[in-house]
């Protein structure tokens, strides 16, 4: 049984060419009309399925509401159609891109107006009327494309439309190169212009799973490349995916407090082994790891502040990690808690004594003593111990008038 594992997202682009790979099964709306010889299918993708030749009018979806239409992304129109009439595909607001066959060769006014989502479109090789207001209210779409063997010119565009080249490949030369495990396709063929060079593309696939490979065995996946070049078409091919290891990255962990440094290394979640590079060629036992840096405690505060009679509790934190722990502090008298606010006595300081104030430990009635600084000197006035001559220089003195300090000056010598 064939197990649908996740696809990968396709460009906008694709979206288009995927018409002719979704099956019509999966219809949550289909319709036809009596006046039309068109009957058509949306799936639960979005995309319109038409069946039906001749002209295209828009009583073909006539029976389509308003969400209906936003439903709708892209359009499925088959060879046969030879007109895309008046207001056929007009107010499918979501529409992203819609494949024209060759066999166009008129699109009608407003045929496409307020698709405001559609991006990009190839004109019909055989395309000769193309009325002016074609594409009034497509916002998004800046340039048409056109084949490079057809005669379409830039003057049939409307206004404000650029027209660009897409080379048709010549697909009797065609060839396609899958790669080992299905999730990318490239195309190469020559241009039917002989004087264009090749023609090359490489796409991401959608891949649905066969069988899942393991460590050991071969897995097998069913593998479909949508082109952006629509010559290219749309390819599925199987493809043999070779036993592979489903790696899961461990990205490698620096040191911490309590955990040593962890080397990268990959896991594979199906048998369990362990690598040390992610091409699972160096198998290891297990992840090398360090010794831990140890925690780094600071200081903190108090969680309970001791005292000189009372033990208390402090708090560290780590520097690194901020980790906290406490540890006892025994009762202490460098622990007093005096009462700074109340003075039990004081005495004033002088120039050769200090003053001092006494609190009390308001716990244990302790006291103890702030001393105060010393005053500065109040000094006399100059007294001459030895005159100054013209060969050798004085020396005056001042006295402290509150204490015995001297203070000594030199007096130059005379001139």
Not at 72 to 100: H, K, M, Y
Not at 102 to 117: H, L, P, T, Y
């Amino acid at each position: 049984m064939k197990t649908e594992t996740h696809r990968s997202l396709l460009s906008i682009t694709f979206c288009v060419l995927l018409l002719f790979l979704l099956p019509a099964s999966l219809a949550f709306a289909e319709g036809n009309s009596e006046s039309t010889s068109f009957t058509f299918q949306v799936d639960d993708h979005g995309i319109m399925t038409l069946e039906g030749s001749g002209p295209l009018d828009a009583e073909a979806f006539a029976e389509l509401n308003e969400d209906a239409r936003l439903s709708v992304l892209a359009v499925s129109v088959p060879e046969g159609v030879t007109e895309i009439g008046d207001g056929a595909l007009s107010n499918f607001r979501n529409l992203q891109g819609i494949v024209l066959p060759d066999s166009v060769g008129r699109i009608g006014a407003k045929a496409f107006q307020n698709c405001e989502s559609l991006s990009s479109l190839t004109l019909p090789a055989n395309l000769r009327e193309l009325e002016a207001d074609a594409f009034e209210g497509c916002g998004a779409l800046k340039a048409v494309c056109r084949w490079c063997d057809s005669g379409i010119k830039a003057s049939m565009l409307p206004e404000g439309l650029n027209l660009k080249i897409m080379h048709r490949p010549n697909m009797a030369f065609a060839s396609y190169a899958w790669g080992a495990d299905g999730t990318f396709c490239a195309a190469s063929a020559p241009c039917v212009h002989h004087n264009h060079g090749p023609i090359y593309e490489r796409v991401r696939t959608d891949v649905l799973v066969i069988e899942e490979p393991t460590c050991e065995e071969k897995g097998c996946v069913e593998a479909a490349a949508v082109f952006l070049n629509p010559g290219f078409g749309i390819r599925t091919q199987e493809v043999t995916v070779p036993a592979s290891h489903r790696l899961i990255h461990h990205a490698a962990a620096a040191a911490g407090c309590e955990n040593g440094a962890v080397q990268e290394y990959w896991e594979c979640d199906l048998c369990g082994s362990l690598f040390g590079n992610a091409a699972a060629t160096w198998k290891i036992g297990a992840p090398a790891v360090g010794k831990p840096l140890g925690h780094n405690y600071a200081f903190s505060d108090y969680a309970e502040r001791p005292t000189c009679q009372d033990d208390g509790l402090a708090r560290y934190v780590c520097t690194r990690c901020g980790d906290e722990r406490t540890e006892e502090v025994l009762a202490s008298p460098r622990y007093h808690v005096y009462d700074y606010e109340h003075q039990d006595g004081a005495w004033k300081s002088t120039c050769s004594e200090h003053g001092g104030v006494v609190y009390h430990c308001t716990v244990c009635g302790a006291k103890t003593v702030v001393e105060l600084p010393l005053l500065d000197h109040e000094w006399g006035d100059w007294v001459v111990e030895k005159e100054a001559t013209e060969d050798a220089t004085g020396l005056k003195t001042a006295k402290c008038k509150n204490c015995d300090a001297r203070v000594h000056a030199v007096i130059p010598k005379k001139k």
